[in-house]
């Protein structure tokens, strides 16, 4: 009992140091790049299992602190297969992992089948599946895939603005992260609480969260972790109406991802930028860096980001009055969520399409695209763009003389508007109504 205990005591002291050195040498990689303790943990089992004299050895190679000799140590000792394991997680290369245990790979399938419901909009599904990921990754001992998990969790609850809940979440990644030495994981999750508290309204909080990331990667030399920081300062910006330090913020960001040839950060930082000359209402401008951002979502697979820029082209457009135009975007656009199953709110696309008809007075097309809007709008629960259309439709029925059907919709409007306590507009729908 006492030589296992001491064995396992030895064990994960190496464990310990070995992921440290494993992780340092991971730090200038995207924080998406996939991790696995089983290695840690299998090469850890495989030097306690050495003679003294090489276990001392061994040793005295991770007080280098690099991974580089940990690896050539491994290959001389006759262990090539743990060699090859080691060094692929800290390849920039790597797309996907592969476990040797069967439950850690059904908990790594569920949160990538979890990270694509989550781009589906499917978040009842997301969170059942990190959560059983979670648990797993738990019971293993994984404890970099399972503050993964919390991560992943922290993040559908934000965007279910489960606040509460979320805030746990990424307070627990966060620590683990802190803990292990995973510095680029560490300043994700500062991050993503910055985006926490910006949903919040809270915006002094969001900064300061929005710094400490900042200065982690500065420290850590995460050249790209830290212009991804930077993009979500320029977008809180936006939020919070500082067009001025959007911009300053935006320019910087696309310069730090340009110069580390990161198409996805490129593609974030260029519809930041599409957004913040929305806000100024420069339309031409919007139009020629939507299409930019577009293309460079296309090019990193992001289905719904690039139906969004072609929404967003379609807008300017339709704001510069070419209908024809914005209207031939939009009826593609149409055609290219059919074949595609993504978050994108098509709901937008069909309302945008009722307003150019409405401007027309062709109030037949009109009515019927808001009610295919309404329809997406109900089925994704999304009840602000119900209430529009409902005022939408109401406006087309008085136009048309069916006073008695305008009243019903602006009834619906209202009564949608009193729930969610949209006061402003409660009282001009209420206006409207006398």
Not at 228 to 248: H, R, V
Not at 408 to 427: G, P, S
């Amino acid at each position: 009992m006492v030589w296992n205990y001491t064995k396992r005591l030895k064990r994960d002291y190496l464990r310990r140091i070995i992921e440290k050195n494993t992780l340092d040498a991971r730090n200038n990689l995207p924080s998406d790049t996939p991790y696995s303790s089983e290695t840690i943990i299998q090469v850890a089992d495989w030097v306690v299992s050495l003679p003294s004299h090489k276990q001392n050895e061994f040793i005295s190679i991770l007080q280098q602190k690099k991974i580089a000799p940990v690896v050539t140590f491994l290959n001389q000792n006759k262990s090539k297969d743990l060699a090859h394991a080691l060094r692929k997680i800290i390849g920039k290369n790597q797309k996907n992992i592969t476990y040797q245990n069967e439950k850690a790979n059904k908990a790594a399938i569920l949160m990538n089948e979890a990270k694509e419901n989550l781009a589906e909009g499917d978040l009842l599904s997301a969170s059942e599946k990190t959560s059983q990921a979670a648990k797993i990754f738990n019971k293993l001992n994984y404890i970099f895939e399972e503050a993964e998990a919390y991560l992943q969790m922290g993040t559908i609850y934000r965007v279910s603005a489960v606040y509460d809940v979320a805030d746990f979440m990424l307070r627990t990644a966060r620590k683990i992260f802190a803990y292990i030495g995973a510095c680029p994981k560490e300043a994700e999750a500062v991050g993503t609480l910055g985006m926490l508290m910006v949903a919040q309204k809270r915006f002094d909080e969001a900064f300061a969260f929005f710094e400490e990331a900042e200065k982690i990667c500065f420290e850590n030399k995460q050249n790209v972790a830290q212009a991804e920081i930077i993009n979500q300062k320029s977008l809180s910006y936006l939020l919070s109406g500082d067009l001025k330090k959007a911009k300053k913020e935006n320019a910087r960001a696309l310069k730090k991802h340009s110069e580390q040839k990161n198409f996805q950060g490129q593609a974030f930082s260029l519809e930041i930028s599409a957004y913040i000359n929305r806000a100024e209402k420069k339309f031409n401008s919007v139009y020629a860096i939507a299409g930019k951002a577009a293309q460079l979502h296309k090019k990193c697979n992001n289905i719904p980001a690039h139906l969004e820029m072609l929404f967003l082209r379609a807008e300017a457009l339709f704001e510069r009055g070419n209908y024809a135009k914005s209207e031939k975007i939009l009826r593609d656009l149409i055609e290219d969520d059919k074949k595609h199953s993504s978050c994108f709110q098509i709901a937008n696309t069909y309302n945008l399409l009722g307003l150019i008809y409405l401007l027309q007075h062709d109030f037949a097309r009109a009515k019927t695209l808001f009610s295919q809007s309404l329809s997406h709008e109900i089925k994704n629960e999304r009840p602000l763009g119900a209430l529009i259309d409902y005022a939408n439709i109401a406006n087309i029925e008085k136009k048309v003389g069916n006073a008695e059907q305008a009243r019903k919709y602006l009834n619906l409007a209202i009564d949608v508007a009193r729930n969610l306590e949209e006061n402003e507009l409660l009282e001009i729908l209420e206006k409207r109504l006398n």
